[in-house]
């Protein structure tokens, strides 16, 4: 049997988790897990204007008894972080998988700041932070992830590394 | 553009005067944060009340998680311009998630009344109904009269409206409602009958 690409094994993670709505904004890296999420007739797939809308959403889906995950790249941990005391507050799960620019192989300068302090951020704010190197633990690391926000009503994020990920290509 | 002359108080009691008579069950409220949070607590605390005392700018986006989870039930956002302005993305992501079950009343008084009454855009131009008609809203009120809300709040139970109301920004006595979000979120989850986990 063949073994399935990584990104379809997250994708079947997240459904063995229960989860019943997906809010993203949108990265390459999350490119294949946003498309099957739409094609998913179980799946609300939300596509937010601002990461934070994502952090709100799940709140909502918590309150009605739903599970969610918020899909980002690492810029957009800095627009998240007042909005995470929401599910701090009210005990809520919260679940996120985060791509990483500006730290393997990346081209555009933009994205080194903030994907530097990417990790010290979430932690500061509270989140649970994990982070996944190689293809091989991607989906070990979501699924116990997943387990532990929602069974432990904690902030978890997970960080899927550029260098998994595949720096961008900008020119041939 | 922003501002009006209807007491707070009086909409906010109007709006969920027939709350717990909502299609589905007892209508779900989520107050966003500042002065909504005071009027509907005021209007008398129920469980499926749910009060945000910071998030600011999260009010719609809860609204909308928590009508996709529960579609046989009915949602009410009930917040301020100052909250919604913050927020205002999320009338994009409302409007292209179109939940059937979820209505937004946004209190327009033209300020930030939490803060010393600074002007809102609401009074330097945005109009909110226009922006959320660009959002792709397509049911859109506004209400500048009593008359106006009696015939909006059987509407907020049974469309998917968002209606700007314009309300007096005269100052009403404070009524702090609970502010433990862990005992909102269950009590919440209790009296939807959600399975504790």
Redesign the interface.
């Known amino acids: 049997m063949t073994e399935l690409p990584w990104q379809d094994q997250v994708y079947a993670a997240l459904k063995s988790a229960g989860v019943?709505?997906l809010a993203y904004v949108p990265d390459a890296g999350h490119a294949r897990v946003i498309a099957m999420a739409h094609e998913d007739n179980d799946m609300?797939a939300?596509?937010?204007?601002?990461e934070?809308?994502?952090?709100?959403?799940?709140?909502?889906?918590?309150?009605?008894?739903?599970r969610?995950v918020l899909l980002m790249q690492s810029s957009g941990v800095g627009n998240c972080i007042?909005?995470l005391?929401?599910p701090i507050?009210?005990?809520?799960p919260f679940f996120t998988i985060i791509t990483m620019r500006g730290e393997w192989g990346e081209f555009n300068p933009w994205q080194v700041p903030m994907g530097s302090a990417t990790e010290a951020v979430l932690k500061a704010a509270g989140v649970h932070v994990r982070r996944a190197e190689r293809a091989d633990e991607v989906v070990d690391i979501i699924a116990a992830s997943a387990t532990l926000a929602?069974?432990s009503h904690i902030p978890v994020a997970v960080l899927l590394s550029q260098r998994l990920i595949g720096a961008k290509v900008w020119t041939k | 553009m922003s501002g009006g002359t209807l007491d707070r108080r009086a909409v906010a009691a109007k709006l969920v005067q027939t709350a717990d008579a909502a299609p589905g069950g007892p209508l779900l409220v989520v107050c966003g944060l500042g002065s909504a949070v005071y009027d509907i607590g005021a209007a008398g605390d129920r469980p499926e009340n749910f009060y945000l005392w910071g998030a600011m700018g999260g009010a719609a986006m809860i609204g909308l998680g928590l009508a996709l989870a529960q579609p046989t039930r009915r949602v009410l956002v009930v917040t301020g311009d100052g909250e919604a302005l913050m927020g205002m993305g999320a009338l994009a992501t409302v409007a292209a998630m179109a939940p059937a079950n979820l209505s937004i009343v946004i209190l327009d008084n033209g300020q930030f009344g939490e803060t010393g009454h600074q002007r809102s855009h609401t009074s330097l131009g945005t109009d909110l109904s226009v922006v959320a008609r660009g959002c792709g809203w397509r049911n859109v009120a506004v209400v500048d009269d009593m008359a106006g809300v009696d015939a909006l709040a059987p509407r907020l139970q049974t469309e998917a409206l968002l209606a700007v109301i314009r309300i007096s920004a005269a100052e009403v006595p404070r009524f702090l409602p609970p502010r433990d979000g862990a005992m909102l979120t269950l009590r919440l989850r209790q009296a939807i009958g959600v399975a504790p986990d």
């Open positions: 019943k709505q609300h939300v596509v937010c204007t601002t934070e809308e994502g952090i709100a959403l799940s709140a909502g889906a918590y309150l009605g008894g739903q969610s007042n909005m005391s929401l507050n009210c005990r809520m929602f069974d």
